[in-house]
């Protein structure tokens, strides 16, 4: 699968803005990480760019990456790619650990990606966050700058530590030095 038929691929099953946004998102973090670790940049982003594409369709677990895995399967998308994004779903990885560069950093850059948009969002104007989903919210709800503001600094300071390191300390395995 390369860049084309994955931009194509994740437009056919997501309408929403914010989604594809993410996508892009998280494919830009995977380019960077791709080249930073000597790995195929191409690859890792098409990675990037998939890892939700059913997401908006199979909203809840184990729907979402199972379904999105079945689609890929049927098109023929290599293993590889098929088996990274499912690893990125909590509920998948007994069978799809985080055992190679890949994975790790998919379900890393995933969680950091939904944090820094969420911030850029946060210093323009009202706005939707995703951040409740950082704030343990069960609902992913709205809410302003305004009320962002009421949330103290050390507990900003916590989520973005919560965002970034709960990935990151699962990639803590021997040979993942690179974290
Ligand atoms: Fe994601």
Known sequence: MNREEAWKLLNEFTKSDS??????????????????????AD????????HDFD???????PEHTTEGARVLRERGVDEEIVGAMLSHATWQRDQYP??????????????LCGF???????RQN???LMAGRFLGWQD???????????VPRWRLARMSMEAGSSSIIKCSAPNAEWV
């Open 98 to 111: 985080l055992d190679r560069p890949v994975r790790k950093t998919l379900s890393a850059v995933d969680e």
């Open 140 to 150: 992913w709800t709205s809410f302003t700058v305004k009320s962002l503001m009421l």
């Open 43 to 50: 690859w890792w982003g098409v990675i990037g760019l998939i």
């Open 19 to 40: 989604l594809l946004k993410h996508a892009l998102a998280v494919e830009a973090a995977m380019r960077h990480y791709a080249a930073r670790f000597n790995e195929n």
């Open 116 to 122: 820094i948009t969420a911030v850029a969002y946060a």
């Open 55 to 61: 997401y908006e369709r199979w909203p809840n677990a």
């Open 126 to 128: 009202g706005v939707k």
